[in-house]
């Protein structure tokens, strides 16, 4: 019972501690309670017990038994003997070395391993973050406008009853207003999707209720620099692998110098002096053609993949690191343009439209265009902060050991 509380309140921890409104305290909080992660961290527990194993020598064999007992069991007074021994086999020191070296690369790697995983996590957590608040602030953007649009409704319906315009412009203006709620409808399940990740990643019931949180209006001013560190968890963890296949090049070539076998053992005869025996065994490495040679060159094609992987993820890095530096590039000078000069423009220009249309200057197509307009790029203007936001996660996310970029939707 104790354990099964201990496990509920290690899942249910995150529920209250998470702050909604910080987009790195889910991410963190996600990391904390990933199974993945937690499978990664026994995995190194597994691996660091195995270097205290790897360097020892194997347990010795005792012996007992009789020997030379004639089939008709009588005792032949010259051979038949109680036997007792032990055996030890004497593993190298060299190779010893080498196992235990190889042990400890290995708990390195699935440690950078682990490193680079939790990047990932956090990664695919402030995305689906980004996701969410975006969604959640274009909808509040689309609710806004939905009362703007019942404006000109009500516009057309004074106009109408002074027979300044035509019953059509007042059932235009209600389409325009059931449109911009079935955009709002949209939006709010964008967020809904994007809520339904978050709530699987921080093993939350899929009934918890999550505040809304909507994204800040500031955009980053900077962030992390495009560029691929010398090393990263990733890099390192194949940088690990690539020593690892130089011991095991090491274990190769130490066929050729086999371990030692030593047996001792002590003879009882009843009717004779007792005797004692000490044997020593060792592998004769005759057939290095066949059996060590071949293994030795395995080992160095290992070590030349593993060499190579590292280039391929440098390049694969190197491309996903220049699409997100080129992403975030578009997104801060769009915003600059939007918070500027579109929106507001938009504003004023529908605004405008509205004026005259009520005045009878303006034309009812030109108000709903205007109003349509605003819609749009107050909705573009949220979406290329998430864009901004989502390639500094990434960008940060390679730089911190991800193996890979994640995929940004970008407006066209």
């Known amino acids: ?5 201990s496990i509920w309140f290690v899942v249910a921890a995150p529920a209250g501690a998470v702050d909604w409104h910080s987009a790195q305290s889910v991410a963190h909080a996600a990391a904390e309670v990933s199974p993945s992660l937690l499978a990664l961290k026994s995995e190194i527990a597994a691996a660091r017990e195995r270097v205290i194993s790897a360097g020892s020598l194997p347990n010795p064999m005792l012996m007992g038994g009789v020997q030379n007992q004639q089939v008709d069991l009588s005792i032949d007074r ?29 708990v390195e790697r699935l440690e950078r391993e682990h490193d680079a995983q939790r990047a990932e996590i956090e990664r695919d957590a402030l995305m689906a973050y980004f996701d969410a608040a975006a969604a959640q602030s274009e909808a509040e953007a689309a609710d806004e406008i939905v009362k703007l649009a019942k404006s000109i409704a009500e516009a057309a319906r004074v106009r109408y009853e002074t027979g300044a315009a035509v019953q059509s412009d007042i059932i235009r203006a209600r389409l ?5 709620r079935h955009q709002l409808l949209t939006l709010r399940g964008r967020r809904q999707q994007a809520i339904a990740r978050l709530v699987a990643m921080l093993q939350l019931p899929a009934d918890t209720s999550i505040p809304a949180f909507a ?4 955009h980053e001013a900077q962030g992390e620099q495009a560029s691929v560190p010398e090393s990263t968890p990733a890099i390192a963890a194949l940088e690990a692998e690539v020593r690892r296949a130089d011991e095991e090049i090491r274990l190769a070539k130490l066929a050729t110098r086999p371990d030692w076998n030593l047996e001792a053992s002590y003879g009882v005869r009843p009717y004779e002096k007792d005797v004692i025996s000490v044997v020593g065994r060792i ?35 190197r491309g996903e690191l220049g699409v997100a530096a080129a992403i975030r590039s578009e997104a801060r000078e769009q915003i ?3 918070v500027n000069e579109l929106v507001p423009q938009a504003r004023l220009g529908f605004e405008s439209a509205l004026g005259s249309y009520q005045a009878g200057k303006a034309t009812f197509e030109s108000t709903l265009a205007s109003l349509q307009s605003y819609l749009t790029l107050n909705i573009d203007y949220y979406e290329f902060l998430r864009q901004e936001r989502q390639a500094n996660a990434n960008i940060d996310a390679i730089r911190r050991g991800a193996r890979s970029g994640a995929s940004i939707g970008v407006m066209r």
Do not use: F, N
């Open 283 to 317: 592998e004769l490495p005759i057939r290095k053609k066949t059996m060590i040679e071949p293994r030795i060159r395995e080992a160095i094609a290992r070590r030349e993949a593993a060499l190579k992987q590292i280039d391929v993820l440098r390049q694969q890095l």
């Open 176 to 180: 325009q207003e059931s449109d911009v």
């Open 78 to 106: 010259q051979m038949t003997m109680y036997m007792v021994g032990a055996s030890q086999t004497i593993t190298r020191g060299s190779r010893r070395d080498a196992l235990r070296t190889a042990a400890q690369l290995d």
């Open 336 to 338: 600059a343009l939007h």
């Open 215 to 218: 994204m800040q209006h500031e």
């Open 1 to 5: 019972m104790r354990i099964i509380i």
